[in-house]
């Protein structure tokens, strides 16, 4: 791990990511020493550090510390997360120093690699996503709803969860963003108002709106769901897996999976 770049594993407790979850993070993967979608993941980073006011950051040294970081590496998970620094009392940032850059690299998870065959289950969470406009969209520090959600699926033989808001619409997994098809019409949940915009998501939509077939961002209660004839899932390292089945649903046909996956072997060889 790399700290302000510095290569070292103690984070201070008074860093206000420690103290309140107090920033923001994101997730990339590499490929034969290259971050794929870097720009994108540095773009994130910055919309999120504006929305959540955070301290000014140093890009230039931030993305020179990833490249570090990530040359050596064949297959590997890079992340970053941006803290708000350290100090401060209570709440108030006032008397805290310049944002805190930390950098982790993590094997790769082979498991994806099972799943893009054998598809994915995914069964609905009893965990809601609060609505909060202010956060919605972005990758903050405070992951607690998705930690329990794992933890209950951690519970069951489910791959991944679907995730509603607390109104009952459908938003995410607890580490994906959904599309679906019905007919030769695509769709993901509008995320105005909880979850996360992911970098795997922007990028197939670009690529879909690219192809002259774009994504219509909706508000979706479970049952219309339910009603597709596809629906996938997507985040920067699967890149994107076919669900094969919704707690008593199943689903078969894989058009939208294999276009998607096409468009991801493209970001690859660039």
Known sequence: M???????????????AVQFGDGCFTTAAVYHGEIQLLPAHLQRLRQGCERLMLPT???EKLEAEMRAAAQSQTQAVLKVIISAGAGGRGYSRQGTGDATRLISLSPWPHHYQRLQTQGVRLETSPIRLAQQPQLAGVKHLNRLEQVLIRAHLDRSDSDEALVLDTVGYVVECCAANLFWRQGSAFFTPDLMQAGVDGIMRRYLMAQMASAGQPCQVVRCRPAQLLEADEVVICNALMPVLPVRQIDHKTFSERTLYRQLQESCYSMEAK
Request: glycine letters at 6%.
């Open 2 to 16: 790399w700290i302000n770049g510095n290569q070292q594993s103690l984070l201070p407790a008074s860093d206000r």
């Open 57 to 59: 950051v140093d890009w």
